[in-house]
């Protein structure tokens, strides 16, 4: 008998009635609307899907979606988003945070909520400014970086999201441009796939205070040479002549050209994205050239949901307490006449 | 060798207060446990105190390192864990030392010679034994050489080591003390039974100690005399003993249940409070989840992500750890999401005094948050009610559609007493706001029409579909909105909405006296402390003392002002500096509200209380 027919969803159904209220030309409209045709995709019920968000530019997203949704407070979106997914497993979580609201006043919950592997996704976007507060450097901003609150050069050196993360224990990590709405789509039902937290990271430019900051390695013309697409299982390979890969020389990574010195592309390394030692994905993740992008590290292991669950079906199939009142009746107790 | 001062004849005494106190590692507060469940099986009324310091594991011997646990047992209504000791039992020179103050003139101490060597002696910074050179002459000493008694006990019990028999004199200490009061030693033995259920050796060992104390005490007749304390004139029902925290606890439980509702607890450990976190973690069978957080924030950010999505959220700490909430918990007030705040109060500011106890969180709670953040603050005044108050606190949060502060504080969180124990059957229903129903026009901030309490759309509910959050709401449609006038509305409905809820609790009700020339006030955890001071200032003949004690302190019951006109002195009593009379005085103008406070990290005592209370209308 073939199943009832889920209704099909278009991105028209994942859009709220509130106008958005980004600047125009920000990325952010691009990682939005991919997010609004990554869940057609995902045959998960709108009703069943939360947004949770902090503060930044990047949190007024959950008010573009008509979906659940949570705006909450600086840094904390985390924690919320772990209370939604714990309260009720069934939903599909999805936080939207920036690079302040992650990794500087929210950053005790991002490594955490990373390390416990609840079913989670969040997608960062990191355009290594504060925007909203007008333009002040951010954690992942550069050493010399000039922005209003570091008007001679930034002398705070960054972090790079990715090796935070798989720091952290990160199951899921991927990287992506904030200017490829097809591929930013697919890695978003892909951590939606994934069972597990998922991080991906969008390169998002920020038109007014950082302008260009991620532009010569995300423009088009340069991309192809400049960003190394991972895909899982495949070889290392980039160029817009598809003649340059990675090898391993020693402990350090090495760009290497086909054809020359008598490299073939069975000499490059293959993409392994499940592997559970991290230390290649750390090295992915640190390199500056060519940048890492697509899914780095898709490690599958059990999540906290799981363990819990098991747990307390455990508990419950031992215990002899069935209502509360079992228990207050339980033990030591003592009758007045 | 055993000397006593003095002979007394045997006698029925009303109500006993008892306190052991030793060394961390001597079993203090499983010896003060057995003698409190002994006596509450019995009939007795019954209240404790633990006293035990903040490091774990103090050096032996140090005055810092002494654990003391404390009990007041009656044939008469018991309030308090007693302030003068007749009995102190003391395991070693830093248990005497540190403890000696408390014991009434004349009245008792036991002690175990063994433990009065010289370098226990020097640790207790004592420069000649105390047991030697008078200075105990005003007490009647029982000296027992019980470490001693104890190994001779166990010589013939195999497979001990020397730890494990050094041990158990704790419990030959209670077998003497279980003489003294006529208690019954099954309870305690059924105990060891379950205790060490794989180690039939303790069981025995402890069980040879336990009956040597008692023995000891009986057949050498060298104790002076048993006390009788006749079982206490208690409401007909089942009992139990239970501790603050567990009440705490357990009253979420009951809600849960009786709500429908799983229970969802975001916590992170903080002393007094992780007692709770600890309570609730072993009840997966009832589907609770508890989840320890990385820190206090994301304790409550959890509970609110919970509360979102359906569940009865809760989130516990004290003093510093609510300061650290207090931006999560405005958000939840203006998403107007039902959550409860437990604050179990400890010593402030700061760190402060964490293991003792005081009431200086009651304006954090009330005012703790940036702008017009108005919650519900109620109070927790015994071990028992802090059952009811967390039942009552989760109903209030789910009915009303908002955060909800129960404070309760050391001193009743970890004291224990007699709990009537109360069915789930019996509370009154919880009628939570969840809504399924998808009509037209639906937004989340649709309100009850006499309650304002909002609609509750939990996801999953096809429909319903919504966004909330910190920004300001548009009074109809709940989108983002800066609208001057709007902002207005929306924060004079927020405290309306509080307000209504004097509509739905009791009215503040006087003990002893309706009117008269004192009334005494008081809030939260000095229940016991006042009622028993009021009482006897009563029975000395002064009958128009009235005393009424806050359990809602926003809002403040409707007849409140009615209250204070009937009498013509008003004292407010407050383990702190005066922030409930604060609180009366915004209230209530044209009140002269007296003050009786209390900032040592200590309940109050009757004597302290009754002298301020003979200033005011002698």
Known sequence: ?337 | MITTKETLQPEVIEAVVIRFVGDSGDGMQLTGTQFTDTSAMFGNDIATFPNYPSEIRAPQGSLYGVSGFQVHIGSVEISTPGDNLDLLVAMNPAGLKTNLYALKPGHTIIVDTDAFSKKNLEKAQYTTNPLEDNSLENYRVIQVDMTSLTKEALKEVEGLDNKSITRSKNMFALGMVYWMYGRDRQYTIDFFNKKFKSKPNLIEANTKVLNAGYYFAETLELIPNAYTISPAKMNPGIYRVIMGNTATAWGFLAAAEKSGLELFLGSYPITPATDILHELVKHKHFGVKAFQAEDEIAGIASAIGASFAGDLAITTTSGPGLALKGEALGLAMIMELPLVVVNVQRGGPSTGLPTKTEQSDLLQAMYGRNGESPVIVIAASTPADCFRFAFEASKLALEHMTPVILLTDGYIANGSAPWKIQSVDDLPEIKHRKTKEVIENWHPYNRDEKTLARDWAIPGTAGLEHRVGGLEKDSLTGNVSQAPENHEIMTRTRAEKIERVKNYIPEIKTEFADSGDLLVIGWGGTYGSLHSAVKQINGEGYTKIGFAHFNYINPLPKNTEELLKRFKKIIVCELNDGQFAKILRINFEGFKFYQKNKIQGLPFGNNELIAEFKKLVD
Not at chain 1, 79 to 91: F, H
Not at chain 1, 158 to 166: Q, R
Not at chain 1, 215 to 224: A, G, H, L, P, Q
Request: charged residues 25%; aromatic residues 8%; contains cysteine.
């Open chain 1, 1 to 337: 008998m073939e199943a009832i027919t889920e209704q099909k969803y278009t991105f028209k159904d994942f859009t709220s009635d509130q106008e958005v209220r980004w600047c125009p030309g920000c990325d952010d409209y691009v990682i939005l609307r991919s997010m609004q045709k990554a869940l057609p995709e995902m045959g998960v019920k709108r009703e069943d899907v939360v947004f949770v968000s902090g503060i930044g530019c990047s949190s007024r997203f959950p008010y573009y979606m008509n979906t659940y949704g949570m705006h909450t407070i600086h840094g904390r979106a985390p924690g919320i988003a772990s209370g939604v997914k714990l309260a009720n497993p069934n939903l599909s979580v999805w936080i939207a945070t920036g690079d302040g609201d992650a990794m500087a006043i929210g950053g005790n919950h991002f490594i955490h909520v990373l390390r416990r592997n609840i079913d989670l996704n969040i997608i960062l976007f990191n355009n290594e400014i504060y925007g909203l507060t007008k333009g002040q450097f951010s954690p992942t901003s550069l050493v010399g970086q000039k922005t209003k609150s570091s008007p001679y050069g930034n002398t705070q050196p960054p972090f790079t999201p990715g090796e935070l993360a798989l720091g952290a224990g990160a199951r899921f990590f991927g990287r992506i441009g904030g200017n490829v709405p097809k591929d930013i789509t697919q890695i978003l039902i892909d951590a939606h796939k994934f069972k597990g937290t998922s991080l991906v990271e969008v390169l998002q430019n920020c038109v007014i205070f950082n302008d260009g900051c991620f532009s010569s390695i995300t423009n088009k013309d340069v991309k192809e040479d400049k960003q190394i697409f991972l895909e899982h299982g495949k070889p290392m390979i980039f160029g817009k002549e598809r003649d340059k890969g990675l090898v391993l020389n020693g402990l350090k990574l090495e760009v290497v050209t086909i054809g020359e010195n008598g490299i073939t592309q069975e000499d490059l390394l293959v993409h392994d994205a499940k592997e559970k030692d991290p230390t290649m994905h750390q090295m992915l993740v640190r390199l500056e050239y060519p940048v890492a992008t697509g899914i780095i590290r898709s490690f599958d292991d059990v999540t906290l949901e799981e363990r819990e669950d098991a747990l307390t079906k455990q508990v419950k199939a031992n215990s002899k307490f069935k209502k509360t009142d079992d228990l207050f009746f339980a033990g030591e107790t003592y009758e007045v006449k």
